[in-house]
């Protein structure tokens, strides 16, 4: 298939365009760079630079690929971000996906698999979170994440747009050749990592008053190659359809610090800090929708093959994508 990908410099977008190339599709990027990185592009995909929130670049782009499919992971992404300039993300989270929505129908395209978060739900009821959890976002990036998959419901419906929404729980860990780079880097694994090669001088825990074990929160951290996993199946999917991604199993922050020590051998100190505004405890996604529907599993079960994956990557570009 050609699968025409939004935030392909990305992190994610980055992993997820290699597996697709690994497995004889094509892929053209979209990508603005604003978060990206040029030398994240897998030398093998076409790629438009190019702004969702200009909407004559989108459509110019897509009328010309002839693509089966959209995978949209161009996105604004930090719950903390969210909380300080919301305008920021219902804009480019939302309004920019409705550029791209548009253009897909003005070029015949009619198939879109949507990067989601597990921040649509907020705090919830109960756990593991399946697809039947109430919605409740807490921040602005939750918010915008959950309008998204609901336009997507009204362009099903409108136009037959069929689309498959995962919702991401933590994604982590590296390939061989691409792995997490953001600046300012605000994710827990590659900012312990980030202490371990000696570029920061301690990683600051949010908040050790949470009502878990150890007072820290609680994540569920999937690798990327199983989130890319889950693409490139929804990408076969016969009906629209919402689906949590996750391996089922959480870590609180302090066990991913003690992981990080014992994967690295390095000493890593941290601070304790008050929590950070809009994180819920714990999150731990049920993925067994997506097991059934769609035959979806995990490669990467635990959080040290996780880390193992991340660091050698971190060893091998300490700087990053940077020159
Ligand atoms: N966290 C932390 N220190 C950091 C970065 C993150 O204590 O330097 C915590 C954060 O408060 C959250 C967890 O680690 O409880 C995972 O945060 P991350 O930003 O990696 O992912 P999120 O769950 O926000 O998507």
């Not at 076409?46 to 200009?54: C, R, S, T």
């Not at 670049?57 to 909380?83: K, P, W, Y």
């Not at 037959?160 to 691409?178: I, P």
């Not at 880097?185 to 878990?212: C, F, Q, R, S």
Request: charge should be negative; proline fraction near 5%.
């Amino acid at each position: 298939m050609k699968i025409f990908l939004t935030g392909g410099a990305g992190y994610i977008g980055s992993v997820c365009t290699e597996q697709l190339l690994n497995e004889g599709h094509e892929v053209a990027i979209f990508d603005n760079l604003s978060e990206g990185h040029r030398r994240a592009i897998d030398p093998r995909a076409q790629f438009f630079e190019g702004d969702l929130a200009h909407r004559d670049q989108i459509e110019t782009a897509l009328a010309s690929c002839r693509s089966d499919a959209v995978m949209h992971f161009a996105a604004n992404a930090l719950v903390g971000e969210s909380m300080q300039n919301p305008s920021k993300y219902f804009r480019n989270n939302i309004s920019n996906g409705l550029n791209l929505l548009d253009a897909m129908i003005a070029a015949g395209v009619r198939r879109i698999v949507f990067s989601s978060t597990c921040a649509i739900f907020g705090p919830p009821d109960r756990m593991p979170i399946d697809e039947t959890a109430s919605p409740r976002p807490i921040s602005p990036y939750g918010e915008s994440k959950l309008a998204f998959e609901k336009i997507l419901r009204w362009y099903d419906e409108i136009y037959g747009v069929k689309f498959v929404c995962l919702r991401y729980f933590n994604a982590s860990g590296a390939t061989e050749k691409f792995g997490e780079d953001h600046r300012p880097e605000t994710h827990l694994i590659p900012a312990v990592l980030k202490v371990a090669l000696g570029e920061k001088p301690n990683l600051e825990i949010y908040g050790t008053d949470y009502e878990t074990p150890d007072g820290t929160c609680i994540r569920d951290y999937i690798h990327i190659v199983d989130l890319a996993r889950a693409h490139i199946l929804a990408l076969g999917a016969t009906a629209s359809g919402f689906y949590n991604l996750g391996t089922g199993g959480g870590s609180s922050v302090r066990e991913v610090i003690a992981a990080c020590r014992k994967i690295t051998g390095r000493n890593i100190d941290t601070i304790e800090k008050p929590r950070r505004p809009g994180d819920p405890a714990r999150l731990i996604a049920s993925s067994e929708k997506i097991k059934s529907e769609l035959g979806w599993q995990p490669q990467f079960q635990s959080l040290d093959a996780i880390i193992e994956s991340a660091w050698k990557w971190h060893e091998k570009f300490p700087r990053g994508y940077a020159e």
